[in-house]
């Protein structure tokens, strides 16, 4: 004799953010694991900026580009879609619905969906902390620029500084100067020597003492990230009013600049023009499915954090693909923005736009274009919204990092932390910021590119690849369908179902294995990272995915019966108040 689950009704959402209540037939039902309220987001458009906030950040305006002209121009275009509608929206729409559905964070929602996995939120929160080690640094990079802008010469305009070496060669405004494989702009002497100061490091094997200024940097914000946190949803969903909204404001005013320098057609020409012969490279798949995986986060539990606290009916089926497309789009703008002023600098220096493209990564942004815009009229200006845009765009996406570990952490242990969010905030950003000092050192650049490689490359791409095994194959696609139909009032339609089951795990797992066979020799500037570095980096990248086999291990361990009946037990969702009255009335016997 087999179960039957009928469809509850639409209008009986989840009780487990309430205290408990009867159930049917007079019995009290298993208590939710959380005694207070749950908070909720003051209006929707809280919820969006903060999921637009969180999914453009600075790899849209520095990865993106430069991964489109590298692997085919706009022919890029094809992979990167298809990667986006078969790969990065459906796994987008499925954290989002399973947060707004079981409306708790990444450690606790396991137990409710296949709790042998409940080492991937552990996982999750380690990576999440990873990231923050790094991530932050970068953000005080940019506000270190931005206090600098505010001067009537850019400090990075001219050789004309005690930083600079005889290697420096300006060549804006001037003619004759010739462009030597020695040379070294005033922007990368500033962003090398003064920034970072990497001069006063032998590498990762005497990295120096602590930049001071990048210190005060930094701990500006994470006071800022602290006050934003604090409170929960009700303070960071204004916050992104503006953090959220402003780097579409300054996009669009670079963009208008940008087109009308001389030679910013060549750079757009040389971003869109199609190689097609690129689309028979494996390695241009890979990189487009990298790229909208990471674009989008599905994986970091940010996504499960921001939806748990919207109301139990909310459209996330929409709220998916509105912010999926902003997400998409906004980093095709950002390519302009970019290519019209590597145009404008090929064309001032007389080279072509590929010579000039070299720069990714951060150094596209801390010397590429504040190169550029140190020669525009108007520099000044130009120069601080460019760094605030910076600012607004890391700060988005630290909230929502943040947020999951601490949505994920207080939901898992509410009967410590309930009512002490403050407390926990301020422990959480101290445990990020002593975690940041390596980075602030003279050397801290390395470490920077270390973490970056490694904290959340390939590890957060399995963890995103056994999430969505747990709740396709485990917690079974058609109880998942159910839940949003519940939500919703209507099931996900059979090409969803099929990219859950099939197609994005299998992407994941090309990606996961393609990553792992092809690992190019870790280089920043002309250092070459030394084989245990590449080591050390493995054992950064293994000790958050490990938490997933030690927790089985550890579950089946615990749980009492035989094998089979630990196996059994979990694998199968506890039951929670909301499971307890939906198979009290809905379940019928079936033969």
Not at 442 to 467: P, Q, R
Request: glycine share 8%; aromatic share 16%; charged share 10%.
């Amino acid at each position: 004799m087999a179960e039957q689950p009928c469809l509850a009704p639409a209008t009986s959402p989840p009780q487990q953010d309430t205290a408990p209540h009867p159930g049917p037939m007079g019995s009290h039902a298993p208590p939710g694991p959380q005694t207070h309220p749950r908070d909720k987001w003051s209006k929707k458009m809280d919820f969006l900026l903060s999921v637009i906030g969180f999914a453009v950040d600075l790899g849209n305006v520095w990865r993106f580009p430069y991964i489109c002209y590298q692997n085919g121009g706009g022919a890029f275009l094809i992979p990167y879609t298809l990667m986006a509608v078969f790969g990065g929206v459906p796994l987008f729409y499925m954290e989002l619905a399973l947060g707004q559905f079981h409306r708790t964070g990444a450690i606790p929602i396991w137990k409710r969906i296949c709790p042998i996995f409940k080492g991937i939120g552990f996982a999750i929160c380690i990576i999440g902390l990873y990231v923050s080690f790094y991530y932050n640094t970068i953000i005080a990079w940019a506000l270190y620029y931005f206090y600098s802008s505010f001067s009537g010469t850019l400090p990075w305009a001219s050789c004309n500084n005690p930083w600079n070496t005889p290697d420096c060669t300006n060549y804006f405004g001037r003619s004759n100067v010739t462009w030597t494989n020695f040379s070294r702009s005033p922007a990368e002497e500033f962003y090398t020597r003064k920034v970072l100061e990497i001069q006063k490091s032998r590498g990762l094997y005497n990295m120096g003492g602590i930049h001071w200024q990048l210190l005060l940097c930094l701990f500006l914000i994470f006071t800022i990230v602290y006050f934003s946190l604090w409170k929960g949803v009700k303070t960071s969903g204004k916050v992104v009013w503006v953090t959220a909204t402003l780097p579409y404001v300054v996009l669009l005013i670079l963009l208008v600049r940008g087109a009308t320098l001389p030679g910013a057609w060549r750079g757009v020409v040389f971003y869109l023009r199609p190689d097609w012969g690129k689309l028979l490279s494996t390695a241009v798949w890979v990189d487009a499915a990298a790229q909208i995986f990471f674009s989008l986060g599905p994986g970091f539990g940010v996504l499960l954090a921001l939806a748990s606290y919207n109301h139990f009916h909310n459209n996330c089926y929409r709220d998916a693909l509105v912010t999926s497309a902003v997400n998409c789009l906004t980093s095709f703008l950002s390519g302009f923005v970019i290519f019209t002023v590597l145009g404008y600098m090929a064309e001032m220096r007389d080279m072509e736009v590929e010579d000039v493209a070299r720069d990714k990564g951060p150094s596209l942004l801390f010397i590429t274009y504040p190169e550029a815009i140190a020669n525009m009229v108007g520099s000044t200006f130009f120069a601080i919204i460019f760094f605030l845009m910076m600012i607004t765009l890391g700060l988005d996406s630290t909230f929502g990092g943040l947020e999951a570990v601490i949505t994920a952490v207080m939901d898992e242990y509410p009967q410590v932390l309930a009512g002490r969010r403050e407390l926990f905030v301020l422990g959480l950003i101290t445990v990020c910021f002593l975690g940041s000092l390596s980075t602030l050192t003279y050397g801290g650049a390395y470490v920077v590119k270390l973490l970056e490689e490694f904290g959340a490359g390939c590890s957060i791409l399995a963890v995103v690849l056994l999430e969505t095994i747990a709740v396709s194959w485990f917690y079974g696609i058609q109880r998942f369908s159910h839940d949003v139909k519940v939500m919703l009032g209507f099931t996900p339609g059979m090409f969803w179902k099929v990219c859950w089951v099939a197609v994005s795990p299998a992407l994941l797992a090309f990606i996961v294995v393609s990553s792992l066979l092809d690992q190019p020799p870790l280089t920043l500037f002309d250092y070459q990272y030394p084989e245990w570095s590449i080591s050390v980096g493995y054992l950064i990248g293994a000790s958050s995915f490990i938490c997933i086999p030690f927790y089985m291990v550890y579950k089946l361990v615990w749980t009492p019966g035989s094998l089979k009946q630990r196996l059994a037990v979990c694998i199968r969702p506890e039951k929670t108040t909301r499971d307890a009255q939906a198979e009290a009335v809905c379940m019928s016997p079936v033969l």
